[in-house]
Every structure is written in structure tokens, then in C-alpha cells.
């Protein structure tokens, strides 16, 4: 199906990312963003700018592609459902509508027999008093949170009256005294079978992803569980593409899940240059059909995530023969943005 058109929803340096393995596979894709200046679309063979209500638009997007994908998870799923009832999205919509609800992603987990941070779904400060023994904890809002937005750190029931309130629903989860954490990346085709990269380590700063490595520092019981936790998750969804299980390990060693990102995720960046199939060519290769292959490593690897104004260091920056640099070419700087990576290729 290489003479097939993609749709991706969504024009960050995810889109980007895959618009570019896509071209390595020869297919065409076609983005469309609520982001006028998205930097996907320097990547994307077609283009279209629309809020994801605007009907006309998602009609144009839908006729052009055949079959399509997203970049994030936060879509909403009448129009993830919409665009199903023509065209095969994949991941699954349905799949979606569990994950961006974090009570039913923990719950699904849950039921699977995965342990998972403690927790408690929360909808009135009372509930919070309720389920004090789940603090010091981190109040999450229960729909779309990302890169940290949306979580408030509850040390004690005190700062219940601080300066938030509750207009949305929230989970409470348990601050978990972290020794590490660590991500799966798994990517499952459509007859079910399935790559899983090596656990990748990760270092987060004010909640967001500053640094990943691999080979992770853990042992093998946990390589081993982590792997066969995210094969459990994905063929449960019924999972078709690359998704991202990240994990913590607290200071007992027991292995929890913290979330299931339903795309390729920023841990999985070095996959680029530590493998002969990154994440994203795996990515376009399940969701388009195409012939499974089995990855390879060729290299060790880290990844530093630059954020904000660090960009324009490493725009006037040379790199030496193990150093790649991605410039995700966003226009507009801001704090803690996500503005490029480096990955460093390591023996
Ligand atoms: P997002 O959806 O923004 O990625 P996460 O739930 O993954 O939110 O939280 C981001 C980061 O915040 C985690 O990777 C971790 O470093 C920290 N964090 C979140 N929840 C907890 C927790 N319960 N205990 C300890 N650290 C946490
Ligand atoms: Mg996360």
C-alpha cells in the first residue's frame, strides 16, 4: 500500500517526524492542524489549516487520504469517529476515548492485572479529603494534561483550598518516591504482530522530558516485565501503529505504569538514529499495511530534549560525527516549548 496517501492529524515535530519516514517508504501524506504555522507541513506533501470542527475542511481531509493517523492523542473522538465512518484511522478512535481519559486508561490497566500508581477519581474537594491517605499527591486533571499541564501537587490536605478549583474532573495519584523511570515503545501491525524496542531510560524537569537513554540502567526481571507489559496492553487495545508505555520504578523496584501515550513519543526520538527502523518508519509501516521487518540497533544512544531559548544555542552549535541535531523549526519561542532534540550516538 506504499502508493497510498496518509492523513495525519496533527502538524508538531511528531507529524514532522513521521511526514519524513513516510517519504523513506514512499508515501504521500496529507496534514491537517488547527496550527496555521505547524512545522509538519514543510514535511507533508499537502497541507491543510483548519480547527477540527470546521466540517467542510475535515471533508476535504478525509476525500484526500486513505487511510489515517494522529500525532496526538488529545483529538476529539466525535470527529476521530467521523473520519472513521470513511476512512480506517488508526490507532483505533475507540482506543483513543480510553486513553484520554486518564480514569479509564488507569482502570483498563488496572483490570489487566498491571500495577499503576495509587489513585482515585476525583470530582469535589471532598473527594480529595476522602482519599487523604493518597497524599502528598498529584492532582491530574482527568482529560487532556500533557507536558505537565494540568497537575497540581497536593502536599497535604491544606492545599485543597489553595489557588485552584474544581471546574474539571481530576485523579488524585500517589507521589511515588521514583528511583527511575523508564518508556516502552511497541509497535503492533495489523495481523498482530509486534516490535518492542528496549526499554529507554528517562530523566523529566518540571514534569517534562528533558533526557533519554539507552540501554536503561535496570535489570533484566524489569526489562523483561516492562516489555511484556506493553505487549499485554497493545494486543488488549487491539493496538495498530507504535505507542509509547511509560513506567516508573520506585524505590522498592516494583515497576507501575504511568500513562500510554497512543503515538510515537518524544523517548522514542533516538529510535531515529539507534535503529535501522525508528519508531516512526514502524509507525507508518503498521498503520499503512506494509511489510514488517524486524528493526535492528546499530548504536547506543542518548537524547537531550531542547527546550525554549536553549534552541538558539544549539543553532549557532557544531556537532561533531555521533551528534544529531533536529531543529523542529517552530517560529515562535516560549518557555519550556519543545524546540528540537539532539541525540548522540554512544558506543
Ligand atoms: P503528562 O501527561 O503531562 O506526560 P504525566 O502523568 O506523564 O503527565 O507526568 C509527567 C511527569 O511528572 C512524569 O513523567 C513524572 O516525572 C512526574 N509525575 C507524574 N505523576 C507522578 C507521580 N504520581 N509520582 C511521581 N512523579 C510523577
Ligand atoms: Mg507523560
Known amino acids: 500500500m506504499s502508493d497510498s496517501i496518509l492523513g495525519i492529524i496533527g502538524s508538531g515535530q511528531l507529524g514532522s517526524?513521521?511526514?519524513?519516514?513516510?517519504?523513506k517508504l514512499n508515501v504521500r501524506t496529507v496534514v491537517i492542524s488547527d496550527d496555521e504555522q505547524g512545522p509538519a507541513q514543510t514535511y507533508a506533501d499537502q497541507f491543510i489549516f483548519a480547527k477540527y470542527d470546521n466540517q467542510q475542511k475535515i471533508k476535504q481531509f478525509i476525500d484526500k487520504a486513505d487511510v489515517v493517523t494522529f500525532e496526538f492523542e488529545n483529538i476529539p473522538i466525535s470527529i476521530l469517529k467521523q473520519i472513521e465512518k470513511e476512512k480506517k484511522v488508526l490507532p483505533k478512535p475507540e482506543i483513543n476515548r480510553i486513553i484520554q481519559n486518564r480514569k479509564l486508561e488507569k482502570s483498563f490497566i488496572n483490570e489487566l492485572g498491571i500495577e499503576t500508581t495509587k489513585w482515585a477519581f476525583i470530582e469535589k474537594?471532598?473527594?480529595?479529603?476522602?482519599?487523604?491517605?493518597?497524599?502528598?499527591?498529584?492532582?491530574?486533571?482527568?482529560?487532556?494534561?500533557?507536558?505537565?499541564?494540568?497537575?497540581?501537587?497536593?502536599?497535604?490536605?491544606?492545599?485543597?483550598?489553595?489557588?485552584?478549583?474544581?471546574?474539571?474532573?481530576?485523579?488524585?495519584?500517589?507521589?511515588?518516591?521514583?528511583?527511575?523511570?523508564?518508556?516502552?515503545?511497541?509497535?503492533?501491525?495489523?495481523?498482530?504482530?509486534?516490535?518492542i524496542y528496549e526499554p529507554i531510560e528517562n530523566l523529566h524537569k518540571d514534569q517534562i522530558l528533558k533526557h533519554?537513554?539507552?540501554?536503561?540502567?535496570?535489570?533484566?526481571?524489569?526489562?523483561?516485565?516492562?516489555?511484556?507489559?506493553?505487549?499485554?496492553?497493545?494486543?488488549?487495545?487491539?493496538?495498530?501503529?507504535?505507542?509509547?508505555?511509560?513506567?516508573?520504578?520506585?524505590?522498592?523496584?516494583?515497576?507501575?505504569v504511568n500513562e500510554i501515550a497512543p503515538r510515537v513519543h518524544n523517548s522514542g526520538h533516538l529510535t531515529i538514529n539507534a535503529f535501522n527502523i525508528s519508531q516512526f518508519e514502524n509507525h507508518i509501516r503498521a498503520v499503512c499495511g506494509l511489510k514488517f521487518e524486524k528493526p535492528k540497533k546499530n548504536s547506543n544512544a542518548e537524547m537531550i530534549n531542547i527546550l525554549g531559548k536553549e534552541i538558539e544555542e544549539y543553532r549557532s552549535k557544531t556537532?561533531?560525527?555521533?551528534?544529531?541535531?533536529?531543529?523542529?523549526?517552530?517560529?515562535?519561542?516560549?518557555e519550556k516549548r519543545k524546540m528540537g532534540h539532539l541525540t548522540i550516538l554512544k558506543k
Do not use: H
Not at 516489555?227 to 522498592?252: H, P, R, T, W
Not at 561533531?320 to 516560549?334: A, H, L, Q, S, V
Open 17 to 23: 517526524m513521521l511526514c519524513q519516514a513516510a517519504k
Open 125 to 195: 474537594a471532598e473527594d480529595v479529603t476522602k482519599n487523604s491517605n493518597l497524599l502528598p499527591g498529584i492532582l491530574k486533571t482527568n482529560t487532556l494534561g500533557y507536558d505537565g499541564q494540568g497537575q497540581f501537587i497536593l502536599k497535604s490536605l491544606a492545599d485543597v483550598k489553595k489557588d485552584w478549583c474544581f471546574t474539571a474532573d481530576y485523579i488524585l495519584e500517589k507521589k511515588v518516591n521514583l528511583k527511575k523511570e523508564i518508556s516502552i515503545i511497541i509497535t503492533r501491525f495489523i495481523d498482530g504482530e509486534t516490535f
Open 212 to 256: 533519554s537513554k539507552i540501554p536503561a540502567n535496570i535489570d533484566e526481571k524489569t526489562y523483561k516485565k516492562a516489555q511484556k507489559n506493553a505487549k499485554l496492553i497493545a494486543d488488549k487495545l487491539g493496538y495498530v501503529g507504535s505507542m509509547c508505555v511509560e513506567y516508573f520504578i520506585d524505590q522498592d523496584d516494583n515497576l507501575l
Open 319 to 334: 556537532f561533531k560525527e555521533d551528534e544529531f541535531f533536529f531543529d523542529y523549526g517552530k517560529k515562535i519561542i516560549k
